[in-house]
């Protein structure tokens, strides 16, 4: 099944593609099909997902703020303008040190 938020050949706003909610996260999926999909996210501060495996490599890219990943228990800060890889397999997490928004795209090939 493919879906698709946003329309295409169409300039969005990467800051503004998705608002922290206030003690929340909140997502937003930008396009989805059989190569993978595209996720925007904003966390609070304080807020994160748990630790987890995924059976596909993810590349997490933090549009604003600032985040605390771990990858198979090693901790990386993370900031604004930089990215980094959650490879498959690994148990990884993400933890907001600060409210931020990223984008998360799953690569399923």
Same mark, same amino acid.
Request: contains cysteine.
């Given at each position: $099944?493919?879906?698709?938020?946003?329309?295409?050949?169409?300039?969005?706003?990467?800051?503004?593609?998705?608002?922290?909610?206030?003690?929340?996260?909140?997502?937003?999926?930008?396009?989805?099909?059989?190569?993978?999909?595209?996720?925007?996210?904003?966390?609070?501060?304080?807020?994160?997902?748990?630790?987890?495996?995924?059976?596909?490599?993810?590349?997490?890219?933090?549009?604003?703020?600032?985040?605390?990943?771990?990858?198979?228990?090693?901790?990386?800060?993370?900031?604004?303008?930089? $990215?980094?890889?959650?490879?498959?397999?690994?148990?990884?997490?993400?933890?907001?040190?600060?409210?931020?928004?990223?984008?998360?795209? $799953?690569?399923?090939?």
């Amino acid at each position: $099944m493919e879906t698709q938020a946003f329309q295409p050949a169409k300039v969005y706003k990467l800051k503004t593609s998705v608002n922290v909610a206030e003690g929340g996260i909140v997502s937003k999926q930008f396009l989805k099909n059989k190569g993978g999909n595209i996720t925007f996210f904003a966390f609070d501060k304080g807020q994160g997902l748990s630790e987890h495996t995924a059976p596909f490599d993810a590349l997490v890219q933090v549009i604003e703020g600032e985040a605390e990943v771990s990858i198979d228990r090693q901790k990386y800060i993370v900031h604004e303008g930089e $990215m980094i890889l959650m490879p498959a397999n690994l148990p990884h997490a993400l933890q907001a040190r600060q409210s931020f928004k990223m984008c998360l795209t $799953m690569l399923k090939d």
